[in-house]
């Protein structure tokens, strides 16, 4: 089976990590090797020959010089190179969604919607390649005209998580690339496959058409590679996914060489159900947001807040469904599956300390709380009742499938208790009160970057920007206005008279 993904998508057994533009891979052997391990059984897939510096130094200067030729080529032609990715992404959507689920653990209708998500954002920056707009200003003086226009960064560097392997990078990658950047890739050490997979399709893709290179990728074996990229001063933009520990360090670094950080950190998103929620709505709604990508995604649902007074039902309800759940717990790459594994023995561990502390501090596990005996990493989706938002392991961002459910009386109560954490990713209520509706909206409601009704806190569409604030790190990928970050704005003056007035009417007479 996993021979036969790989063979689909060019892969062997040992792979070069460094795509270096020119349709040359790098040879490098000595730079450590990095393993892409099976999560549902921890057996080795294949390996990558990480990066060297001078790999690392090659990918840069190649990249400047596309960086030349990109700059001008009119955005509608760059729009082209997205959509023939686009294209070639159609062709190799069953395979690639077959590695993403091999490789992460996510299950194989995951897999394939994450592929899908890459098609959706390809076809959106084709779009956008004619609408780079700026504003047309009137001028305060007579016989000038203002204006602002948008013009390419320079190069993009892109460190990926584990969790979305592949869609995070053509979010950033696509967007950026009709922008008129270059983009330089740094994936995840435990997803290192799917990146050189989707580099090959996209390249590919590319060779004949005679763009030049557009896209590049480095694999470190350890972080070094990784840290003198945040601090290169030669990419004015890095776009960085994962968790808010290292993020905040990405950030600080990119900031002292006054960089550009687009920075997509953790979540601790919460639901909200009152006691006039549809709950035909709210139960699919909080067990795909809870339990889908076994908790491993940033917009996981890991709080629920519901209404006293319909409080033990649904969590009867939710247990329930749970249950079923847990019958299909196993294999990511087959159809039958609903709940893949966790992705690492370390997440494993990191699940059952955050059990340990929840009993610690006074919670009750209603299902699940344990590991499943045997190989792979899995465990049973948790539900844990009785404790207090302001519980530590409530307020903690742990990567697997908990959710943690709480009672409340008024909204307002509600309210308080989802926006009172770190983090501000992805929220939702379920309410028919249009008047309770409005006011989670509004700007006394949800504090996150991510706000539902009536949908769960996960599974975003592409064309609305995507982040969160607080200690999400305040980025925004995708759509509506995002591309604005991958360009740099200026603001032009012009003026067609045979006079020099000063702007606020200033004189200046010599
Ligand atoms: P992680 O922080 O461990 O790793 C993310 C990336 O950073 C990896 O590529 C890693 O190799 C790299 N890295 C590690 N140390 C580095 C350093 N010193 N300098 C530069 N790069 C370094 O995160 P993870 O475990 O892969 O992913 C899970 C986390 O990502 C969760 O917290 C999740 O919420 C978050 N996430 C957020 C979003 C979002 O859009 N907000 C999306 C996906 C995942």
Partial sequence: M???????????????????????WSRTTN????????PATNEVIAEVHASSQADYDTIIKRAQEAFEIWRTTPAPRRGEAVRLCGEALRKHKDALGSLVALEMGKIKPEG???????????????????????????SERPGHRMYDQWHPLGLVGIISAFNFPVAVWAWNAFLATICGDICI??????????????????????KDAGFPDLFFLFNDAGTDLAKAFVDDRRIPLISFTGSTKVGRAVGERVAQRMGRSLLELGGNNA??????????????????GAVGTAGQRCTTTRRLFVHESIHDDVV?????????????????????????????????????????KAKAAGGTIATGGTAKEG????????????LRNSDEVVQTETFA?????????????????????????????????????ERYLSAVGSDCGIANVNIGTSGAEIGGAFGGEKETGGGRESGSDAWKVYMRRQTNTINYSDELPLAQGIKFEF
Wanted: with cysteine.
């Fill in 316 to 356: 009867a309800s939710v247990v329930k469904a749970y249950k079923q759940v847990e019958g299909k717990i196993g294999d990511p790459t087959d159809a039958k599956t609903l709940m893949g594994p966790l992705n690492s023995p370390e997440a494993v561990k990191h699940f059952l300390e955050a059990i340990e």
């Fill in 2 to 24: 996993s021979a036969d993904i790989l063979k689909a998508l060019g892969l062997d057994k040992s792979n070069s990590g460094s795509y270096l533009g020119k349709g040359e």
């Fill in 112 to 138: 394939d919607g994450e592929v899908q998500e890459m098609i959706d954002i390809a076809d959106f920056a084709v779009g956008q390649s004619r609408m780079l707009y700026g504003y047309t200003m009137h």
């Fill in 185 to 206: 890739w740094k994936p995840s050490p435990r997803t290192p496959l799917t990146a050189i997979a989707t580099m090959k399709i996209c390249n590919e893709a590319l």
């Fill in 271 to 288: 639901m909200i159900v009152d006691d006039t929620a549809d709950l035909k709505l709210a139960l699919p709604a909080i067990v795909f």
């Fill in 375 to 386: 190989k792979g990493n899995f465990v049973l989706p948790t539900v844990v009742t009785g």
């Fill in 401 to 437: 499938p908990i959710l943690y459910v709480m009672k409340f009386k008024t909204l307002d109560e509600a309210i308080a208790m989802q926006n009172a954490v770190p983090q501000g990713l992805s929220s939702a209520i379920f309410t028919q009160n249009v008047k309770a509706a």
């Fill in 31 to 38: 730079a450590g090797v990095v393993q892409s391990v099976n």
